[in-house]
């Protein structure tokens, strides 16, 4: 798979200086126009103000790009066929020279691919209510399972059977650790009420257990790093819990199944809470972008003797590195004219 690493983010990690990479989904479906725009200018300033290299992750014209300049930031955001993206969608998006904006697995994929360590996004997919009977769950879990990607991010949409979405990540294998909180968030609560099993409290813990899972080389999963929405931040619960009932029981007399559940339920919340859950949500991606540019410059201080790059990712110029992801031939990234082929840290 082709991937153009932009030179800024090419340099950045071929010098050793923190990445942050951040989803575009966000951009291109989450948010309405033009607030999207500013939205994602603002959070790509927000990674350069924590003194990281921001790298926003898309697919434009059939070539996954892992840094996006001005011109593709403003398609993403404008563009109304702009698609969807997860993982399973890369392929045929490349190969049919589609553009779309990519997921958290899609966003995951391509920044473990490109050897960028740390990404910042709201919140991950998971299991959905109901799951006995429409065996509905988020593709983005099984894809954690599969990258070495430390994702940042305010749990897992309140939407969602939490506590069974916590299973399943045990069953996977994920780590899951709570950023300063003994409870995994709720999205746009501060709190899901479910335990964690692990609590970090510094971004230089966090950057210690990243650095742990390198020296395990042939144990490889994401790194789950839950960080809750501040409480004076997010929306009212008592809010929340009400609007969320209706909110189900209205999807379930029109009689929305599937994937479209999600969609319906996140726009009910939007418009019951008057934009309430919105402004939650944005709180949450904003602590959570800061919050991983000091991981991801905790890492980099903290492995910057590793073969001069973070993590010890091994990047040749001009050449080919084999045995990335599954015994695989790697992920080909050019930045500029530059071809260069990306090996995960710690021997992945």
């Excluded at 969807?84 to 969608?89: A, E, N, P, S, T």
């Excluded at 999807?251 to 859950?277: D, N, R």
């Excluded at 790697?330 to 530059?338: I, S, Y």
Aim: with cysteine; aromatic share 4%.
């Amino acid at each position: 798979m082709s991937t153009h690493v932009s030179e800024e983010v090419r340099e950045a990690l071929h010098e050793g200086r923190p990445v942050v990479a951040l989803e575009s989904t966000l951009i291109a479906h989450g948010l309405p126009r033009p607030r999207n725009l500013a939205v994602a200018r603002e959070l790509e300033g927000l990674v350069r103000a924590g003194g990281a290299v921001p790298a926003t992750i898309a697919v434009v014209d059939g070539r996954a790009r892992v840094g996006l300049d001005e011109a593709a930031l403003i398609r993403i955001a404008e563009d109304p066929t702009v698609r969807k993206l997860g993982h399973r969608d890369l392929a045929p998006a490349l190969a049919t020279g589609a553009t779309g904006a990519t997921t958290v697995s899609a966003t995951a994929w391509l920044a473990d691919a490109a050897g960028v360590r740390v990404f910042a996004t709201g919140g991950l997919g998971g299991v959905h209510r109901e799951w006995g009977e429409t065996q509905d769950e988020s593709a983005d879990l099984r894809l954690l399972a599969r990258v070495g990607t430390t994702v940042v991010c305010a749990g897992v949409k309140s939407i969602l059977d939490v506590p069974a979405t916590l299973q399943r990540l045990e069953t996977l294998g994920v780590t899951v650790v709570g950023y300063g909180t003994e409870h995994f968030p709720g999205f746009y609560l501060s709190s899901s009420g479910e335990p964690v099993d692990w609590t970090l409290r510094t971004p230089e813990e966090v950057a210690a257990v990243i650095r742990a899972q390198d020296r395990l080389a042939g144990l490889r999963t994401a790194l789950v790093v839950a960080n809750p929405v501040p409480e004076a931040e997010q929306l009212d619960p008592a809010l929340h819990d009400r609007v969320l009932a209706d909110g189900l029981a209205a999807a379930k007399e029109k009689g929305i199944t599937g994937q479209a559940v999600t969609p319906f339920l996140l726009e009910y919340l939007t418009v019951h809470t008057e934009g309430a859950s919105l402004e939650a949500n944005l709180a949450a991606v904003r602590g959570n972008v800061r919050l991983a540019a000091e991981i991801a410059g905790a890492y980099g201080a903290g492995t910057s003797g590793a073969g001069g790059t973070s993590g010890g990712t091994e990047r040749r110029e001009g050449t080919h590195v084999t045995g990335a992801r599954d015994g695989g031939g790697g992920t080909e990234a050019h930045g500029g004219e530059v071809g260069t082929e990306a090996r995960g840290a710690g021997g992945r």
